[in-house]
């Protein structure tokens, strides 16, 4: 019996211990039939060759494009407050997961926003999913930008 006790402990232990490193993978599971999948990418652009709003302003009316394996996959515009959101329909969805390395491009020149920052190559960086929520059909992936933008040509 003790023993017995002692393997439970050890078995609970271990669920306890791997179940939140389970969870923060976030690789897309396979959902269930009927189930439609649509990618969600949201951030905020500064206007700064880092594209962080801190301490710059943000850099509204810019263009973003979402690539995935190089390919646009879909586009939006961000608001006053430098904030875009990318919502792919399934089909979309379905090629991004596929192409894989998707990235947020701002296609509006830096330049546009601040006169003094350059007037070519893009700020560009990868995107990541980090949670998913699946209500009813519905199953929504929600992805943002790792870290700071790169300005590259
Ligand atoms: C997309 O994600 C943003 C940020 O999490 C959220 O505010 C917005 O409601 C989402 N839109 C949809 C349609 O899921
Ligand atoms: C972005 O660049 C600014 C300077 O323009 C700097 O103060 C800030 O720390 C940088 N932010 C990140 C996230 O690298
Ligand atoms: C821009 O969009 C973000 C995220 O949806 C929202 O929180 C913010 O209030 C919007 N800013 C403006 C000026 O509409
Ligand atoms: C573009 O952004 C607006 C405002 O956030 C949102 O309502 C719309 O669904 C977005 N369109 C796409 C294609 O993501
Ligand atoms: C425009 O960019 C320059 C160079 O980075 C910076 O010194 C200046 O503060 C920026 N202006 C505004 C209004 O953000």
Known sequence: MAIMKYISLI????VVLVTPQA??????????????????VTGV???????????SPPFPYAVVDLTCGGIVIA???TNLS??????LTPVQTSSALSYGACKVVVYTPLAKCNATLP??????APVQIVRSTIIG?????????????NLLG
């Open 82 to 87: 430098g904030a875009f959101t990318i919502l």
């Open 23 to 40: 969870e923060a993978q976030v690789v897309p599971s396979i959902p269930p039939i009927g189930v439609v999948t649509v990618l969600n």
């Open 11 to 14: 078995i609970v232990l271990v």
């Open 119 to 124: 007037s070519t190559g893009t700020l560009k």
């Open 75 to 77: 586009f939006n515009t």
């Open 45 to 55: 652009v500064g206007c700064s060759l880092n594209g962080s709003i801190n301490p």
């Open 137 to 149: 059909l519905l199953n929504t992936l929600f992805a943002v930008p790792t870290g700071p933008f």
